[in-house]
């Protein structure tokens, strides 16, 4: 039987902490939080299940925080939501939203936990659909405006921020994928966001900048491929997947460049002189956070628009999100961060966990055992990267709550705490003891 023992192995200065997002956990129902474009979407395509009520974490804010603590963590990941903040326009202030960020703040400073906060975890005002969201470059410009806010308002409350979370999803998987807001299926969509959000994200780190000196990061999502087999076309085809899913942010970030294999494909769709944005996109970061669950098999697969792969899954043990438990690749792109970036800048792994099916068991306990085995084989990742001197500094399980899980609606468990959706009842699971068995 797994344990988390391992976890007295860390040093003591490195930072273990839970994560979560504002439209998965809160409810948008309390505090006059207005619409984004989830709420569209789910009413559209997901049979209107939507974050309306969430984990009524608005309410229930105090004791998720004293549950952190109850962890033995020393940090929380969360992010602001902007439709909480500004429902109706990009004027008009929601105090009691201001109110609400201004009290977790203060509970998570008084239980001696470290805030990271993220500006932005996808739940854009479904005003800006009117203008197609991140596609148009206006949405950037208000989304610094945002990020200024933000730091004008809170900034002395925390020393980290993260502007955007997982890039990729806002882009490749909401406008080319479709699975996500705002469903779209569209290359020239998805690659004018692949930019923009970029783009959104320097501007966000200069408008940050003006206000005070904090330390700015952003958190990309890197999933490994692994070729099929190794037929020159497979081998390919997984460079390819590599390049538009994880090197395409990376390059950007750290040197200011698109991958020019990316480019092969998806070069036409970029706006003009685009590389005049490349400069804001790449302004030095403070630290960068990595968000790792799986990896995909890649076979090459004949596309009209050159995408020519399909990703399919493996035959590894797989979570509830049929995702395969792939620890090695983890290790694998914390090297490739410090050896082919930056071999200086510390990481966080701002989020990893798994999906399982937990249910409360005749003594209203959830023993997920399987997530026990999933951080027990991830933290020993990471404690090889910490011997080799990688500076790894700290990790973030995802996820504090059962919660929404997006286009999974509450099907999906993450939590370390398990909720009751009828309620808002909050059990800590089996895995919650172990972190805090060794920890507190
Ligand atoms: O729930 C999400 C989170 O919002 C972003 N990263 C992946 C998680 C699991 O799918």
């Known amino acids: 039987m797994n344990n988390l023992s391992l976890v007295k192995n860390f040093p003591s200065s490195f930072i273990f902490g839970t994560a979560t997002s504002s439209y998965q956990i809160e409810g948008n129902k309390y505090g006059g939080c207005g619409k984004s474009i989830w709420d569209d979407f789910a ?121 955007v979370n997982e890039p990729w999803c806002v882009s490749w998987l909401s406008h080319y994928l479709g699975e996500h ?68 942010f990376s390059d950007a970030i750290f040197k200011g460049t698109y ?44 596309s009209e628009d050159g995408i020519n792969y399909k990703t399919l899954r493996g035959s590894l043990k797989k979570t509830d999100m049929d995702w395969e438990y792939f620890p090695e690749g983890l290790s694998y792109f914390i090297k490739r961060i410090n050896k082919e970036y930056n071999d200086k800048i510390p990481i966080y792994i701002t989020e990893n966990g798994m999906a399982n099916d937990d249910k409360l068991n005749s003594k209203e306990e959830v023993d997920d055992d399987d997530r026990i085995e999933f951080f027990d084989l991830h933290l020993k990742e990471i404690l090889k990267c910490l011997r080799e001197g990688l500076t790894v500094k700290g990790y973030f399980a995802w996820s504090l709550l059962d919660n929404y899980e997006w286009a999974f609606g509450y099907t999906k468990r993450f939590g370390l705490v398990y909720v009751d959706f009828d309620n808002f009842n909050r059990i800590p699971k089996k895995s919650y003891y172990e972190f805090s068995k060794y920890l507190i």
């Open 259 to 302: 991958p020019e294999l990316a480019l092969s494909v998806l070069g036409d769709y970029l706006p003009k002189n685009y590389d005049n944005d490349l400069i804001v996109i790449s302004h030095p970061l403070k630290w960068i956070g990595l968000n790792y669950y799986t990896r995909s098999i890649i076979k090459y697969h004949k």
């Open 181 to 248: 807001a705002p469903g779209k299926q569209n290359l020239k969509s998805a690659v004018s966001t692949m930019h923009n959000i970029l783009l959104a994200h320097g501007l966000s780190v200069e408008a940050l900048k003006t206000n005070n000196s904090h330390e700015i990061g952003i958190v990309l999502n890197n999933q490994y491929g692994e070729p099929l087999d190794q037929k020159e076309e497979n081998l390919n085809a997984t460079k390819l997947f590599d390049s538009i899913h994880n090197r395409w």
């Open 43 to 163: 009413r559209k395509k997901l049979n209107g299940i939507d974050g309306l009520n969430a984990c009524n974490h608005y309410e229930y804010f105090e004791e998720d925080i004293k549950l952190i603590k109850g962890l033995g963590f020393n940090a929380y990941r969360f992010s602001f939501s902007w439709p909480r903040l500004f429902p109706e326009n990009n004027n008009d202030i929601n105090m009691d939203g201001v109110d609400f960020y201004k009290r977790l703040l203060d509970k998570i400073l008084e239980s001696d936990l470290e805030p990271f906060p993220t500006l932005y975890h996808w739940d854009l005002p479904v005003r800006f659909s009117k203008i197609e969201g991140w596609e148009n470059k206006d949405t950037c410009k208000r989304f610094a405006e945002f990020s200024y806010f933000i730091s004008q308002q809170y900034g002395d409350l925390f020393k980290k921020i993260a502007t």
